[in-house]
C-alpha cells in the first residue's frame, strides 16, 4: 500500500489546481507537445499534452477525472517506457515521496526528450512557515527529514538547471502545505488535513495540541495582531519553485 493509498481519498475536495500556479507550470513546460507526468496522483496540473500518467496509487488513479491522460501504475524509480517518450517530463509535489530519488530523477531525464520540470519546495525557506515554526514543531521535523534540498535536485538534474520561485496567492485552490498562509482557521478543518500531507503522516496525536493553541490565538485574535502584515498581501513566498531543466542544450546522450 503506498502512502496515498492510506491518505488520498480526500484529494478530490480539498486539492484542486490552482490555474495561477497551473500557468507557471505550463509555462515552464515550453513548447513541449507531449508531456509525461511522473507522481501524477489525481491529475492535478497536468497540460492537454500529456499522454501518459504514471503513479503508484490506486486510490488517486481512481480519482482522475474523465478524459484525463493514461495512467499507468508505476513507481518513479522504475517506469516502463522507452527512452525519450516524450518532449517533456513533469514532477508536482511528488519527490519528496519517492524512495530513491537518485533513480527516479534519472528516469525523468531518461524519458523526457527536452525538458524536465519539477514543482517542490525550499525547505531553508518553508520551515519559516509560522504554522510549522510557532505552532507544528514536531510537523517541521518531519518535513525536515523528508523534503529535497533544492541544490541536491539540481545537482541530480544536471548543470544549468533553473529555480524559479512561485510565490502563493492568499486565495489558493490547492490545499496543499502553505496554502492557508492568510487563511489559517482552514488547518483547523479535519478534511483540509486530510489532504495535507506532512499533516496526514505526522497523525493527529502530534498535531492536536498545536492546533489548539493555533485555534486559541485564532479566538483571542493573537494570531492576526501578530501575523497582521499578512492580512493585506495578495502572495507570499512561502518557498514553493520550480525547477526546470532544458535537455536539449547538452551533449546527447548515449543510449
Do not use: K
Request: charged fraction near 25%; aromatic fraction near 8%.
Amino acid at each position: 500500500m503506498t502512502t496515498y493509498d492510506r491518505i488520498g481519498a480526500t484529494y478530490q475536495h480539498t486539492r484542486r489546481p490552482d490555474l495561477r500556479i497551473a500557468a507557471r507550470i505550463y509555462a515552464a513546460l515550453g513548447d513541449a507537445g507531449s508531456v509525461i507526468n511522473v507522481g501524477a496522483g489525481a491529475g492535478s496540473y497536468e497540460p492537454p499534452q500529456t499522454v501518459l500518467a504514471v503513479e503508484p496509487s490506486a486510490v488517486m488513479i481512481a480519482q482522475r477525472p474523465a478524459g484525463a491522460a493514461r495512467a499507468l501504475r508505476a513507481s518513479a524509480e522504475s517506469i516502463p517506457v522507452a527512452d525519450d517518450s516524450a518532449d517533456a517530463a513533469m514532477a508536482v509535489l511528488t519527490v519528496h515521496h519517492w524512495t530513491d530519488l537518485e533513480a527516479g530523477v534519472g528516469e525523468l531525464l531518461r524519458i523526457g526528450r527536452r525538458r524536465v520540470v519539477v514543482f517542490t519546495w525550499d525547505q531553508a525557506v518553508f520551515r519559516r512557515f509560522w504554522l510549522l515554526d510557532e505552532y507544528l514543531p514536531e510537523v517541521a521535523e518531519y518535513v525536515d527529514a523528508h523534503s529535497v534540498p533544492i541544490d541536491r535536485l539540481t545537482a541530480l538534474l544536471g548543470g544549468g538547471t533553473r529555480v524559479e520561485e512561485v510565490p502563493i496567492p492568499y486565495d489558493c485552490t490547492d490545499g496543499f502545505g502553505a496554502a492557508f498562509w492568510r487563511r489559517p482557521e482552514a488547518y483547523l478543518d479535519p478534511e483540509v488535513r486530510a489532504g495535507i500531507s506532512m499533516l496526514a503522516q505526522t497523525g493527529e496525536e502530534v498535531v492536536r495540541p498545536g492546533l489548539a493553541r493555533l485555534a486559541g490565538d485564532l479566538a483571542s485574535g493573537i494570531w492576526h495582531d501578530r501575523h497582521a502584515e499578512l492580512l493585506d498581501r495578495e502572495t507570499l513566498d512561502v518557498g514553493y519553485r520550480l525547477l526546470v531543466a532544458d535537455l536539449d542544450e547538452r551533449a546527447p546522450r548515449d543510449h
